[in-house]
C-alpha cells in the first residue's frame, strides 16, 4: 500500500510540475523599441477588454522618468472606440522584460494591488511580434506590429505559450491570421 500511495504521489508532482515551471521574461526588453502601437492578435479573456472585438491596439510611449504611458484602445461590436490610459514601469533591473502595468488613478499608484504583471515572455530580435503575460498564466496576449499575423508564426507563439503551460482552451482570436 505504501508502494501505491508513493507511486501517486510522485505521478501528481510530475504532472503538476509543468505548471508550477516559473516563466521567465525576455532577458532585455529595449523600451524605446518597443515604443509604438501593436496590434491584439490574440488573447486570454481578461474583464476589461470583455467589450473588445476588432481593431484592438496598445501605444507604448516612454516618458523622461523611466516609466511608459500605455494607451489601449479598441472596436465594440456596436462600432464604439472605448480606451483606457495607464502607466507602466519595470519592478526592478534585474529582470528587464517584465514589466508592471496601472490603470488606476497615479493617486492610488502606491497600493500594490494596483499594479498588475506585464511580462514580456517571446520577443521577436526586430521587434516585430511579442507574446506578453503574467506569471500565473491566466493572461496572455500575442500582439503584432501589424493587424495581421502570418500563421506559420501564429502557431509557434501557441505553441510556445502552451509549452509554458497556458491553457489557451479560451483563446480569442481578435486580430487577422493568414
Known amino acids: 500500500m505504501r508502494e501505491l500511495f508513493a507511486a501517486l504521489s510522485l505521478a501528481m508532482a510530475a504532472s503538476s510540475a509543468v505548471a508550477t515551471v516559473p516563466l521567465a521574461p525576455v532577458p532585455d526588453l529595449d523600451l524605446a523599441r518597443y515604443a509604438g502601437t501593436w496590434h491584439e492578435i490574440a488573447r486570454l479573456p481578461m474583464w476589461f477588454q470583455r467589450k473588445c472585438e476588432s481593431n484592438v491596439t496598445a501605444h507604448y510611449t516612454p516618458k523622461p522618468d523611466g516609466t511608459v504611458a500605455v494607451h489601449n484602445a479598441c472596436v ?79 502557431e509557434a507563439l501557441k505553441k510556445t505559450a502552451t509549452d509554458m503551460g497556458y491553457d489557451l482552451t479560451p483563446l480569442i482570436v481578435s486580430g487577422k491570421v493568414e
Open 76 to 154: 465594440t461590436a456596436e462600432g464604439k472606440t472605448i480606451a483606457s490610459d495607464g502607466v507602466a514601469r519595470r519592478p526592478d533591473n534585474f529582470a528587464r522584460g517584465k514589466l508592471e502595468v496601472r490603470f488606476a488613478p497615479a493617486w492610488l499608484s502606491w497600493l500594490p494591488m494596483v499594479w498588475a504583471d506585464y511580462w514580456v515572455l517571446a520577443l521577436d530580435d526586430d521587434y516585430q511580434w511579442a507574446l506578453v503575460g503574467q506569471p500565473g498564466r491566466k493572461y496572455l496576449w500575442i500582439l503584432s506590429r501589424e493587424p495581421s499575423m502570418d500563421r506559420a508564426t501564429f
